[in-house]
């Protein structure tokens, strides 16, 4: 009788700190009276088959270094104050795993030991919304294994050692994001299995960035023009002026950045699709490497490897658009290697690094 009920009194204290109602569990205690323990020194808050709502600051509980989080869908909550850190160092030293999908909202996601990594794994999409900053002293992880899953990043802050980021569908990284890696020998990745890697900033509806100002005069004049991105090719994709203001600020958003130290390589690759990185800083300090099956959008983009160490760019696809694109590679080759079925467009720059202004 006693051994029952303190299993009852223990079964209420966690109701108290997670409150469940159609399968979503809400977590707002993250203390030691809070549903996470301590397991092999790991705090770890396992809720399989729930929806978990993380509502507080997920850290390593005392007598552990690692924080890990599982469950049937993850969200860390920032706006109510959730987020998750460790202390300690190896593969998995901040954690989440979901067989279904992820969400970090306007959160922090942290492995703060310089040989922690962040691991980010879920069977169905993966999202960080704006304001979001997931770092690691060694590697950051973001993969989905669902088919076709997707991993959206908008207007985040990304850094680590390595920083990889694999997807089965698409992979799309929203302008004012930036992704950097710290010495040494770092590495950023990004690939997508079977659909495309998004990367380019201020486009929507291929208008690139043609927005606002004449964008605006054509649509108040005649909102039928197929200048006007109110409807193309069949899809409506504004519906109003109002909606047409909110596009026009986010298409002046910062372009994304990606760069590595001094050792670190850049590799995208979409082996089934395409690959856009209009408008967006590609550095690194040695090699970058863009393949895709189809297009490669190169368009506004800036993309060097000019520094101490060598290294070299190479480009492949069957089309690729080098328009207006300064795109630099350091001695001893004179050029880029574009291999591409077909390339158009004029680069502003297109040669080696010592050719830069």
Same mark, same amino acid.
């Given at each position: *009788? *006693?051994k029952?009920?303190?299993?009852t009194?223990a079964?209420l /204290?966690? &109701?108290l ?7 979503v ?5 993250? +203390? ?15 809720? $399989? ?12 509980l ?21 987020? =998750? ?5 190896g593969?998995q030293?901040?954690? #989440?795993?979901?067989?279904?999908? @992820? ?5 922090s996601?942290i ?6 990594? /962040? ?5 169905g999409?993966?999202?960080?919304t +704006?304001g979001? /900053? ?7 992880e *973001? ?9 959206? @990043? ?8 390595? =920083?990889?980021?694999?997807?089965? !569908?698409?992979?799309t990284?929203s302008?004012a994001?930036?992704?950097t890696t710290?010495?040494p ?5 990004i690939?997508s ?11 929507i ?6 927005c606002?100002?004449?964008v605006?005069?054509?649509c108040?004049?005649?909102?039928n023009d $197929? ?9 409506? =994709? ?8 909110t ?18 390589d850049?590799t ?8 856009? =990185?209009?408008?967006?800083?590609? &550095?690194?300090?040695?090699?970058i ?9 190169m368009?506004? /983009?800036?993309i060097?490897?000019? !520094?101490k160490?060598k290294?070299a ?11 207006n694109?300064? @795109? %630099?590679?350091?001695d001893?080759? #004179? ?9 158009s467009?004029?680069?502003? %720059?297109l040669?080696?690094?010592?050719s830069? $202004?």
């Open positions: *009788m *006693m029952t009920m303190t299993l009194l079964a /204290a966690t &109701m700190c997670a409150t469940t109602a159609d399968a569990t809400i977590v707002s205690d993250c +203390s030691a009276a809070g549903p996470a323990a301590v397991v092999n020194k790991i705090t770890r808050l396992d809720l $399989p088959g729930e929806d978990i709502v993380l509502q507080c600051a997920l850290m390593a005392p007598g552990s270094d690692q924080t890990r989080i599982s469950g049937a869908s993850i969200t860390v909550d920032g706006p109510n104050g959730g987020s =998750v850190s460790s202390s300690g160092k593969g030293a901040t954690s #989440l795993a979901a067989t279904g999908s @992820i969400t970090i909202d306007q959160a996601v492995a703060a030991n310089s040989n922690g990594n /962040a691991i980010i794994r879920a069977g999409n993966i999202i960080a +704006s979001t /900053a997931i770092s690691a002293g060694d590697r950051v *973001m993969s989905c294994s669902g088919p076709l899953c997707t991993i959206s @990043i908008a207007a985040a802050a990304i850094n680590g050692n390595e =920083v990889r980021i694999q997807g089965d !569908g698409d992979v990284v302008p994001t930036t992704i710290s010495c020998r770092d590495l950023i990745e690939i299995r079977n659909g495309d890697v998004n990367i380019g900033g201020g486009q509806g291929g208008l690139a960035t043609l606002c100002n004449a605006q005069a054509v108040s004049q005649n909102p $197929p200048a006007c991105p109110f409807s193309q090719g069949g899809t409506i =994709v504004l519906t109003n002026l109002q909606e047409l203001g596009f026009c600020a986010d298409c002046q958003q910062a372009p994304n950045i990606l760069k590595t130290c001094v050792e670190g850049v995208i690759l979409a082996p089934q699709g395409s690959i856009d =990185v209009s408008n967006a800083t590609l &550095m690194s300090g040695e090699n490497t863009l393949t895709a099956r189809f297009g490669v959008d368009q506004n /983009a800036n060097t490897n000019c !520094g160490k290294g760019i190479v480009v492949t696809g069957a089309t690729c658009n080098v328009n694109a300064t @795109i %630099l590679d350091d001893p080759d #004179l050029v880029p290697t574009l291999n591409c079925g077909a390339t467009g004029t680069a502003a %720059l040669g080696t690094c010592a830069s $202004p």
